[in-house]
T-cell receptor
Framework: GAVVSQHPSWVICKSGTSVKIECRSLDFQATTMFWYRQFPKQSLMLMATSNEGSKATYEQGVEKDKFLINHASLTLSTLTVTSAHPEDSSFYIC?????????????FGSGTRLTVV | RKEVEQDPGPFNVPEGATVAFNCTYS??????FFWYRQDCRKEPKLLMSVYSSGNEDGRFTAQLNRASQYISLLIRDSKLSDSATYLC????????????FGKGTHLIIQP
């Protein structure tokens, strides 16, 4: 089946620094990728939709200047958390729709656990 | 009303039991429905898609009632390895939309 590779798996950074998370679709092209965030004991919440070759679409309440998304190729989307603060500590997951798989669903990366100290 | 609502549980059931979860969604325009499984501190993994006619995959049966905006998941002959959080997931539109997740139902299978 379709695989989405996400790196790093976890990162600890100091407050005020920036962190980049990569999401790659392996063996398939993903015109659209999605970025989610999950706080403890909460559901996954869609942050933004990443579109190859164009600007990302952000959900209400998500700061586009803080969460920079770049989708420069059909297999790679990156999320950069700029000037991270402790409240940004969360589990970030990307996903892509794998239509070539049936029954298809949305394949998820393994997630990135970000801790800002 | 939340977009996707689930009973968070936890549900504690003995091994071998049959257990069912329910989920309701608020947007009648929703088009696709899924059950995902999420283990602790891991990414969600697709368990099965849900179709109006109902569908079965081994010990798992999913059903959709569009009129009532209700989705169910039935697990028969539960195994210890079924312990996880089960996420009800709805797709509002076509492929350009992200998924809307319920908070999940936590299932614990006891030996």
């Amino acid at each position: 089946g379709a695989v989405v590779s996400q790196h790093p798996s976890w990162v600890i950074c100091k407050s005020g620094t920036s962190v980049k998370i990569e999401c790659r679709s392996l063996d398939f092209q993903a015109t659209t990728m999605f970025w989610y965030r999950q706080f403890p004991k909460q559901s996954l919440m869609l942050m933004a939709t990443s579109n190859e070759g164009s600007k990302a679409t952000y959900e209400q309440g998500v700061e586009k200047d803080k969460f920079l998304i770049n989708h420069a190729s059909l297999t790679l989307s990156t999320l950069t958390v700029t000037s991270a603060h402790p409240e940004d500590s969360s589990f970030y997951i990307c996903s892509a729709e794998a239509r070539q798989d049936w029954p298809y669903g949305y394949t998820f990366g393994s997630g990135t656990r970000l801790t800002v100290v | 009303r939340k977009e996707v609502e689930q009973d968070p549980g936890p549900f504690n059931v003995p091994e071998g039991a049959t257990v069912a979860f329910n989920c309701t969604y608020s947007n009648s325009a929703s088009q696709s429905f899924f059950w995902y499984r999420q283990d602790c501190r891991k990414e969600p993994k697709l368990l099965m898609s849900v179709y109006s006619s109902g569908n079965e995959d081994g010990r798992f049966t999913a059903q959709l009632n569009r009129a009532s905006q209700y989705i169910s998941l039935l697990i028969r002959d539960s195994k210890l390895s079924d312990s996880a959080t089960y996420l009800c997931v709805v797709l509002k539109g076509g492929g350009a939309d992200g998924l809307t997740f319920g908070k999940g139902t936590h299932l614990i299978i006891q030996p």
